[in-house]
């Protein structure tokens, strides 16, 4: 998809404040500093339309991006960020759990690892959680460019490995440096977003 119109429409914490216009969402997660609003960015055309920030834990709400009048964006607070209180995470999860298990117009979830090094524990429990509510999911490995090319093969097949991505899954390598990857990812949302309507 093209891009020319993006919108930050709100940032919630509760369902009632989520978008009321039933078009399809797609939620990103990740750890803290993963690379969710680089990869946001390079899909939307965008250089730094969602904040980056190199202080990890910045995103503390649901925020909503609607693409093109069609579809939204979610950015989910990152999770595994340790100088966050115990309370504050346990909030998190709360909100980020309604989101994901209750939202009829979430049509899938992109999770984001590091492609550098073996997903984290949080990183197996986020997919296996996303997978047990049967969410279709999208693993982006993201930050590759920074991997030798020859060594892709053996990086992906750790984190296939690691994550047990199941068959109905998929994973792509992505570069927000090179766009490698981006065409995949757009291929997989629109995949999912699509409406039967149109």
């Known amino acids: 998809m093209e891009v020319h119109n993006v919108e930050l429409v709100m ?20 750890r803290s ?6 990869l946001t960015n390079v899909l939307i055309n965008r250089k730094s339309y969602a904040r980056t ?30 100088k966050v209180s115990k309370k504050e ?36 429990q986020m997919y296996t959680w996303l997978s047990y509510y049967e969410i279709p999911v999208l693993v982006v490995a993201t930050k590759m460019d920074k ?13 296939k490995k690691t994550l047990n991505i199941l068959p109905r899954d998929t994973l792509v390598a992505f570069s927000a440096q090179t766009k490698t990857g981006k065409d ?7 995949a999912h977003t699509i409406r039967e309507d149109q």
């Open 147 to 159: 991997i030798a090319r020859g060594k892709w093969n053996k990086q992906l097949s750790m984190v």
């Open 184 to 190: 995949e990812v757009w291929d997989w949302i629109e």
């Open 11 to 30: 940032s919630a914490v509760a369902p009632e404040q989520y978008p009321t216009t039933g078009d399809p969402e797609i939620a990103f997660v990740g």
């Open 53 to 82: 920030s190199s202080q990890p834990g910045k995103t503390q709400t649901l925020n909503f991006y609607h693409v093109e009048d069609q579809l939204y964006f979610v950015d989910v607070p990152g999770y595994g960020y340790a």
């Open 33 to 38: 500093n993963v690379g969710k609003s680089s």
């Open 89 to 124: 995470r346990e909030k998190w999860g709360q909100m980020i759990e309604t989101y994901l298990t209750q939202r009829d117009t979430l049509k899938g979830v992109i999770s984001l690892v590091d492609g550098r090094h073996e997903p984290t524990a949080d990183d197996q």
